[in-house]
């Protein structure tokens, strides 16, 4: 069957499900928060966060991240089994990382051994956490807990509850009864937690690499008051870039990955049949960009922090001697 004729099929059965009313019979929760599965040393309050009490709140988001970490072992595990004679998954994975080695290169060629290990680390687990919010399940499974704040309460009874034949399945949430979805799975890079820190994992990892290369001399382009006002003025405002770098990271990556999966959301409540699937199409594309644009930020500036301040390193060692 041509793949034409295979999306003709999936949107004649789609209309026909649609048309018998499976679908959505309210507009599924939207959480900014990684919703809570289980508090250490605590409990669930009945705004559905962990008590303060609490020592490790198990969240969604958690569960996720461990998942995307065995996943990232394995592969290493796998992908270098059989060096002599690659084949299949492992000619994959050379591809990817000896791609993204040989672009490193070309953006500092003498320091790619010291920053290559955690780009290519920030490339493939940003990736792999886009992607596993993308698989089926991943927000749409798991347990109905039942929502006892008044304000949750209202705010659910002002929904439009229209009666659908997934009513009649037996794991199905029960929205007369003040039942709520609390998913198993949602992607990590979808937490605010996990983004700001790898953004601060990066941002730490920059000035220390431009410490370890410039020594004391790195903080003159922060500090700079022998080359009169002017460069005292552009180097705050370098200080204060190196704040802003942290915060942009951080929510650029959160913001477009959890924006996308409330595109797919409102998309899959309107029809969720066939009409999210270019959205779901546009969100592969994006999760893809984002990984990318995160770790090759961090090359780029991990490579600008090794340049002595007017000029290349090279250059000041040339001029020392």
């Known amino acids: 069957m041509s793949v034409r004729n295979a999306a003709l099929v999936a949107l004649v059965i789609g209309a026909v499900l649609y048309v018998f009313g499976f679908s959505f019979p309210t507009f599924p929760p939207v959480s900014v928060k990684a ?92 990736l792999l956490s886009n992607f596993i919010g993308l698989f ?59 983004t700001l820190a790898l953004a601060l994992i990066s941002v730490i990892l920059i000035e220390y690499f431009g410490l370890k290369a410039l020594g004391l001399e790195y903080l003159t382009r922060f500090f700079n008051f022998r080359e009169g006002p002017m460069f005292t003025v552009i180097g705050f405002i370098e200080l204060l870039s190196e704040f802003i770098r942290i915060i942009s990271f951080a929510f650029r990556l959160f913001g477009n990955i959890f924006a996308g999966e409330v595109v797919l959301i409102v998309m899959g409540y309107l029809f969720p049949y066939m009409l999210p699937l270019p959205f779901y199409a546009f969100e592969v594309f994006v999760s893809l960009m984002q990984a990318v644009i995160f770790s090759v930020l961090t090359l780029v500036f991990m490579a600008m922090a090794t340049q002595a301040h007017g000029g290349g390193h090279d250059e000041h060692e040339a001029a020392a001697h």
């Open 35 to 126: 919703e809570a599965l289980a508090c250490v040393g605590g409990y669930i309050d009945d705004a559905g966060h962990c008590s303060k009490e609490t020592v490790l709140p198990i969240t969604n988001s958690l569960i996720t991240t461990l998942i995307v970490d065995v996943l990232l072992v394995l592969m290493v595990v796998f992908g270098v089994k059989n060096l002599m004679v690659p084949r299949g998954f492992q000619n994959f994975i050379e591809l990817v990382v000896g791609s993204l080695h040989d672009f490193a290169v070309g953006v500092d060629k003498k320091n790619v051994a010291k920053f290559f290990p955690f780009v290519a680390t920030a490339f493939l687990l940003i």
């Open 136 to 194: 089926p399940g991943a927000g749409s499974i798991g347990i109905c807990q039942k929502v006892t704040d008044p304000v949750r309460i209202e705010a659910m009874e002002k929904k439009v509850i229209k009666p659908t034949s997934f009513d009649t399945l037996p794991i199905q949430c029960d929205h007369h009864e003040h039942e709520e979805l609390v998913p198993f799975l949602r992607a990590p890079t979808a937490d605010l937690n996990m």
